[in-house]
T-cell receptor
């Protein structure tokens, strides 16, 4: 079975400060890891993914994520937060042979001016 | 180009009624997924199609839930004899290939409310 944990329901940061949204996972075999963002009354939008290779993955809107196999983590980061980054963020994992994604329960990011 | 389209956006039904939710994936996308998202939670997997074949339906909560994709494009999720616990947002997603390393493209969902 595969699972994802997002230990923080809410993350608050000031505009211009760095942000981190945490994610840990459990899966058999090599993981495929994803971050998505969801705005109110909308579907999920893809931000970035880790498949293989460089542990630091760069994605849309200046976001990046660091894959750490020993800690089974895939934390989302951004060097300088914007108010417009405020949204609900989901981490997801696919196993190598699993078509479906397993999602965490989400982290609400609030960036204050 | 057009994204994943879901209809209706909102559906209100009385307990015991049947409902049908439609998903138009991105043209040419092989894989199609249905998820159920309860308030304050992440999407929960329901079922997965590769073209017209339903390869995984392990997430369907009961035999009241049925999904089909007869021609490998449009998909319909049907819920029979709806119950209040079926109230949720139902999300459809598609991806271009069969590989599990592909990100999914989501529609905006159907918000189902059972009275």
């Amino acid at each position: 079975a595969q699972s994802v944990a997002q230990p923080e329901d809410q993350v608050n940061v000031a505009e211009g400060n760095p942000l981190t949204v945490k994610c840990t996972y459990s899966v058999s075999g090599n993981p495929y890891l994803f971050w998505y963002v969801q705005y109110p009354n909308r579907g999920l939008q893809f931000l970035l993914k880790y498949i293989t290779g460089d542990n630091l993955v760069k994605g849309s809107y200046g976001f990046e994520a660091e894959f750490n196999t020993s800690q089974t983590s895939f934390h989302l980061k951004k060097p300088s937060a914007l108010v417009s980054d405020s949204a609900l963020y989901f981490c997801a994992v696919n196993g190598t042979n699993a078509g479906k994604s397993t999602f965490g329960d989400g982290t609400t990011l609030t960036v204050k001016p | 180009g057009a994204g994943v389209s879901q209809s209706p956006r909102y559906k209100v039904a009385k307990r015991g009624q049947d409902v049908a939710l439609r998903c138009d994936p991105i043209s040419g996308h092989v894989s199609l997924f249905w998820y159920q998202q309860a308030l304050g939670q992440g999407p929960e997997f329901l079922t997965y199609f590769q073209n017209e074949a339903q390869l995984d339906k392990s997430g369907l909560p009961s035999d009241r839930f049925f999904a089909e994709r007869p021609e490998g494009s449009v998909s319909t999720l049907k819920i029979q004899r709806t119950q209040q616990e079926d109230s949720a947002v139902y999300l459809c997603a598609s991806s271009p290939r069969r590989n599990s390393n592909q990100p999914q493209h989501f529609g905006d969902g159907t918000r189902l409310s059972i009275l």
